[in-house]
């Protein structure tokens, strides 16, 4: 056992669910540095098809527990499927990490200790969230009897206690990919059950970056070619519909951030339609999903 932690300071009450798909050899070294710090790690295949039997064998071997699921059912199914075998052992809290995250040493420590901290100040979290990633501090929502508490949070490094998804349930599903995390922020919020912030943190991409472009002109700034963040084409499909989806489910109770919602995600597209190559791919792939979002369509993207 590595000497950061110490055998027996690795948590059994404590389980971490690990989504991939079609993952790198990055996973094993992800999984083991979780088995460092916990007993019980569950690894979802979302179904990725042949080719990577090896990674999760190497996981398997190295400790995790590991389900392949026969299709790709999508980042919520996915959690849901590993949640529920996690709960097969007594665990009080599940902690869902993307297969590209990788936690510091002490970082389920200290979810816990701020989990903690906020019970004994009269508070029951509904989830914990690090209060930064990558270096970036995270959206705050003021504070409780001394408790920093946080907005909507991304999903990979997030502490979930048992009572929470016994008080409302598991993931929605039917989003596939996409708001899953803040459809559930809210969820839990609606019930009484805040987010509290951890001063944890870990690194986790968002998007890719790629050199803004107009009219076959790369953009400079300051002599360096101009740099703006963009997500693959299909995922603006499930970004636009689910936005709908989720506005739908919580606009009497959360009417701004429906609203702000939708004005950020039309900004970000017309941003990267005016500065970011494949403007007919993401185009065609938001009004596809802004129709079926408006239809009440759920679940994997339909085909044509």
């Known amino acids: 056992m590595p000497p950061e932690i110490e055998p027996s300071k690795r948590l059994n009450h404590v389980a971490a669910v690990v989504t991939a798909y079609r993952p790198t050899s990055h996973l094993v070294r992800n999984v083991t540095s979780l088995l460092r710090q916990l007993t019980t790690v569950v690894v979802v295949d979302d179904g990725g098809g042949p080719g990577f039997d090896q990674i999760f064998e190497d996981a398997a071997k190295a400790g995790a527990m590991v389900l392949r699921l026969e299709e790709n059912s999508g980042i919520a199914s996915a959690l849901n499927a590993g949640i529920d075998l996690a709960r097969t052992t007594p665990v009080d809290y599940i902690i869902t990490v993307d297969q590209d ?3 510091t040493a002490e970082y389920v420590h200290r979810l816990l200790e701020a989990a903690k901290s906020a019970e004994a100040a009269g508070i029951t979290p509904g989830l914990v969230s690090p209060a930064r990633i990558h270096g970036n501090p995270v959206k705050k929502a003021g504070s409780k009897s001394g408790i920093q508490l946080g907005r909507e949070p991304i999903q990979s490094g997030l502490l979930i206690p048992v009572s929470t998804l016994d008080a409302i349930g598991n993931f929605w599903d039917g ?33 890719t970056l790629v050199d803004a472009n107009i009219l076959g002109r790369d953009i400079k700034l300051q002599d360096r070619p101009l740099k703006i963040r963009i997500a693959a084409s299909w995922r603006y499909y499930y970004i636009f519909r689910n936005r709908i989806l989720v506005g739908r489910r919580y606009a009497k109770v959360h009417p701004g951030w ?46 044509g």
């Open 175 to 207: 989003l596939f990919i996409d708001l899953v995390d803040t459809e559930y922020y809210f969820r839990a919020l609606d019930a009484g059950l805040p987010t509290v912030l951890a001063d944890a943190e870990f690194d986790h991409s968002l998007g």
């Open 258 to 303: 429906v609203a702000g919602g939708l004005l950020l995600d039309m900004r970000h597209l017309l941003f990267v339609t005016v500065l970011a190559p494949g403007r007919a791919a993401r185009l065609r792939s938001a009004l596809r999903g802004t129709i079926d979002g408006i239809r009440g369509r759920s679940g994997r993207a339909h085909r």
């Open 101 to 103: 995250s990788l936690l």
